[in-house]
């Protein structure tokens, strides 16, 4: 079976929930206690997607301000994005909006936005709207769940979606090798972009 | 505790380790009234002393951090305290963008950088108070025979990549061994706060095995002003052995992963994991270990010990009538009153020997190394010396595995480049700040 490696950083403010998020997908754990990232976390984990492994290489940003004019070394070379915002705080969901911004004018040209508005489960203190949110992703072409880390609730499939809309390989044909070589290619761009 | 304040020069909170600084804002305030009157004045405030409390203050560039105490700490120990802080936050900031920071905006809120590291700074306080390693300027090391030890310094020798500078083995927040690039420990070696301050950092941020964290993080007393890319990863499923490779370049993060997974298969080979553990397990060294005899009934020696030369202290677990915290705390301010003692500028002292209330202490320092014991009410001073001979003939005898004597080295860059700025990690040009 063809082994694709598909680069996926997550993004978004503080306290969100992205690392939350991550620890779902790869250990289906959930920790309420959970301190805040520090630069990056990188994880990995394969699917089977139809007649492919997807290889998830993600890279789980840190939130905070400081950090902020790391995120280009995340998502350079990315395939995808998940952007994730509390359904619970508004202001998130405009750092969401920055984050699309600068995505579009500096990210990878065909990178799949996923936008996800997390902690679903507290319904009862929500301040953004599924509609809104869902109206907005669809203006930008973005992939979007609502999803909660704490109850596993649509993690595995943001991960399906963002399988599903990754441009297969059909064109050239698929090889292990060929999945390989993606793995070293941020590097060897590199150069270039800068 | 000490309450412990950070503010901007333009009198905006920054940090308070109590209580929410929005509410504190008028007493920082009065704070900042206070620096700024001394200082029309072409002078500085260094403290404040009141009835049963001390003010410290600690300017440094455009912050200035002020410590409100109770406890026995001198002022001098206050001042450390304020300085583990400051160079705290330049490990998340450095000091050149905190500068410039300040110079574009005064009244800019620190508070928006710093962000989720309120965590990472009480973490720190609290260590600074309960851990001897900080007041002695040493770091822990977890105690392992020193062939052990020398094992696991080759196999990270050998794990190495173009512009790695340090590799740092630690358990349980005990340093295991340290590597250095050749080419840097000619301009500097890794300092025991750059080593506390980075520990603390990973210490509280949250860590699970399958992680590989990649963050830029500065050393400030090896260099204030640059960053180095720090890769941190765990090796054991409990999260205790912790693998930290810092390397001066920001693109390395793939390079540096391999290097993890050579350690990690070499350290299964050889079954270095089993070891570890099984020097986390048996206690840092026990008063039964040392073997002091002819003291029924008294209370052992207590002693954070530290080698001057060698910058590492283990100490042993406290026992008896100090299981407590509160004991245990009472214990470390006594350690902390004798520290002032000795280390006074005014007179400073080489032995002190002490009859507290419940206990009796007794301190020595020498050149070579800082020893700090306690004792039953009922020692005499003759029994107390005879103790701590014997108690020095065992250290010397079992140092090897006590200390790190001779952190080994290696050397990444056949030509370490750049001039004389070789070995350095990226300074302003890094870009990190240039949004701001």
């Known amino acids: ?194 | 505790r000490a309450m412990v304040f950070v503010l901007s020069e333009a009198g905006k909170p920054i940090y308070s380790r109590y209580g929410n600084e929005e509410a504190l804002s008028s007493t920082m305030g009065v704070m900042m009234a206070l620096v700024s009157f001394i200082q029309s004045g072409d002078n500085a405030i260094r403290s404040i002393y009141s009835d049963d409390r001390k003010l410290v203050f600690v300017q440094q560039g455009p912050l200035v951090l002020v410590s409100v105490s109770r406890t026995l700490q001198s002022e001098q120990q206050l001042r450390q305290e304020l300085l583990y802080v400051y160079y705290q936050i330049l490990s998340m900031l450095t000091q050149v963008s905190i500068t410039r920071i300040f110079e574009r905006k005064k009244n800019y809120d620190l508070r928006r950088l710093l962000a989720g590291s309120e965590k990472i700074l009480d973490r720190l306080l609290n260590l600074v108070e309960s851990d001897p390693g900080f007041l002695l300027g040493a770091v822990r090391c977890l105690p392992l025979p020193a062939s052990q030890r020398d094992a696991l310094g080759a196999l990270l020798q050998k794990a190495i990549t173009p512009n790695l500078v340090f590799s740092i083995l630690v358990a349980q927040s005990q340093l295991v061994t340290a590597v250095q690039e050749r080419a840097v420990i000619e301009e500097c070696r890794l300092e025991p706060t750059d080593l506390h301050l980075l520990l603390n950092l990973i210490g509280a941020s949250s860590a699970f095995q399958a992680g590989e964290i990649w963050t830029p993080i500065c050393l400030p007393r090896f260099n204030p002003d640059g960053y180095f890319y720090a890769y941190i990863s765990y090796l054991d499923a409990e999260c205790t052995v912790c693998l930290v490779l810092l390397s001066t370049d920001k693109e390395s993060f793939y390079a540096v992963s391999d290097c993890k997974k050579r350690v990690e298969e070499a350290m299964r080979t050889q079954g270095s994991l089993q070891v570890l553990s099984g020097g986390l397990q048996s206690p840092s060294y026990s008063v039964g270990q040392v073997g002091v005899p002819g003291y029924p009934g008294e209370l052992p020696p207590a002693a954070p010990v530290h080698q001057r030369q060698l910058s590492s202290s283990p100490s042993p677990e406290l026992e008896g009538p100090y299981c407590s915290e509160e004991e245990q705390q009472r214990l470390f301010d006594l350690y902390h009153y004798l520290h002032s003692r000795i280390h006074s500028t005014s007179r400073p002292l080489r032995l002190i020997y002490h009859v507290a209330e419940k206990e009796t202490l007794l301190a020595w320092v020498t050149s070579k190394f800082e020893l700090y014991t306690c004792f039953s009410p009922l020692v005499t001073k003759a029994g107390a010396i005879n103790v701590l001979t014997k108690l020095l003939r065992w250290i010397k005898k079992e140092e090897d595995r006590l200390f790190i004597r001779y952190p080994p080295k290696y050397s990444t860059t056949p030509n370490p480049g750049k001039g004389t700025k070789g070995g350095r990690p990226d300074g302003a040009e890094n870009g990190f700040f240039a949004g701001l």
């Open chain 1, 1 to 194: 079976m063809a082994l694709r490696e598909l680069k996926v950083c997550l993004l978004g403010d503080t306290g969100v929930g992205k690392s939350s998020i991550v620890w779902r997908f790869v250990e289906d754990s959930f920790d309420p206690n959970i301190n805040p990232t520090i630069g990056a976390s990188f994880m990995t984990k394969t699917v089977q997607y139809q007649n492919e492994l997807h290889k998830f290489l993600i890279w789980d940003t840190a939130g905070q301000e400081r950090f902020r004019a790391l995120a280009p070394m995340y998502y350079r070379g990315s395939a995808a994005a998940i952007i994730v915002y509390d359904i619970t705080k508004e202001e998130t969901f405009s750092t969401l909006k920055n984050w699309v911004k600068e995505l579009r004018q500096h990210g990878p040209p065909n990178i799949v936005v996923a936008i996800a508005g997390n902690k679903c489960d507290l319904n009862d203190v929500r301040e953004v709207m599924e509609k809104d949110a869902k109206d907005y992703a669809d203006s930008i072409h973005a992939v979007f769940v609502e999803t909660s880390a704490k109850n596993a609730i649509n993690i595995n499939e943001l991960f399906i979606e963002i399988s599903r809309r990754i441009p297969s390989t059909d064109t050239n044909p698929p090889s292990s090798s060929k999945g390989f070589k993606l793995r070293r290619q941020p590097s060897v761009t590199k150069p270039r972009c800068c």
